[in-house]
């Protein structure tokens, strides 16, 4: 009797390590974690390479359409006949039509501004070009060149941003959105979703 009594003791305890290792990792892997980008280092390698930026921006921009764009090397696809830059246009926010590019200016802001991927919004009343600079879990970060030079939330255009802290935040009951100028048409951004 004795033994039975210690093995099921002994099963319920490795139960009970395990449902908390479980929970732990639920909670890691859904983007619990805690994670701040160093907006410094960002926002002076981006005024260093202004003009890349801006170069960049404006090709991208001229595609007249919703595009993102990435490399092979930060952001892996399935077409395995496309190594290096590429471009997917965006429709109804999905990746579609994704083709090789070759682009100097894309190349070289992928390269050196710590920028991972790049995606441009043109409509009516604006056009934006993000670099993004990385993110982890529900928190994204980097900046935008806004054509308008006007701060923008960039999940949605038509919201409207309050000022404050020398920038602009948008807050609703899920996202919390900042964003401030660091040169003419360039902003700073975070997210968290």
């Known amino acids: 009797m004795t033994k039975k009594m210690s093995k099921h003791s002994y099963i319920n305890r490795v139960a009970a390590i395990v449902s908390i290792?479980?929970?732990?990792?639920?909670?890691?892997?859904?983007g619990f974690e805690t994670y701040t980008p160093d907006r410094g280092k960002i926002i002076s390698v981006c005024?260093?390479?202004?003009?890349?930026?801006?170069?960049?921006?404006?090709?991208?921009l001229a595609y007249k359409s919703d595009v993102y764009i990435s490399s092979t090397d930060k952001y892996p696809i399935e077409d395995k006949t496309i190594n290096g830059l590429y471009r997917?246009?965006?429709?109804?926010?999905?990746?579609?039509n994704?083709?090789?590019?070759?682009?100097?200016n894309v190349r070289t802001v992928?390269?050196?501004?710590?920028?991972?991927?790049?995606?441009?919004?043109?409509?009516?009343?604006?056009?934006?070009?993000?670099?993004?600079?990385?993110?982890s879990g529900?928190?994204?970060f980097g900046v935008y060149y806004s054509v308008t030079d006007v701060p923008v939330f960039l999940s949605d255009f038509s919201v409207e941003l309050i000022k404050s802290d020398g920038g602009?935040?948008?807050?609703?009951?899920?996202?919390?959105?900042?964003?401030?100028?660091?040169?003419?048409?360039?902003?700073?951004?975070?997210?968290?979703?």
């Open 21 to 30: 290792l479980a929970i732990i990792l639920i909670f890691v892997s859904c």
């Open 47 to 60: 005024i260093d390479n202004r003009q890349k930026l801006i170069k960049c921006a404006e090709e991208v």
């Open 88 to 96: 997917a246009d965006v429709v109804d926010g999905k990746n579609k």
């Open 98 to 104: 994704i083709s090789a590019i070759d682009s100097e």
């Open 110 to 135: 992928l390269e050196t501004c710590g920028v991972v991927s790049i995606a441009a919004n043109s409509g009516k009343n604006y056009s934006v070009c993000e670099f993004s600079c990385g993110g």
């Open 138 to 140: 529900r928190y994204y």
């Open 168 to 193: 602009f935040i948008y807050k609703s009951s899920d996202v919390t959105y900042y964003t401030e100028k660091i040169a003419d048409k360039l902003y700073y951004y975070e997210a968290t979703y």
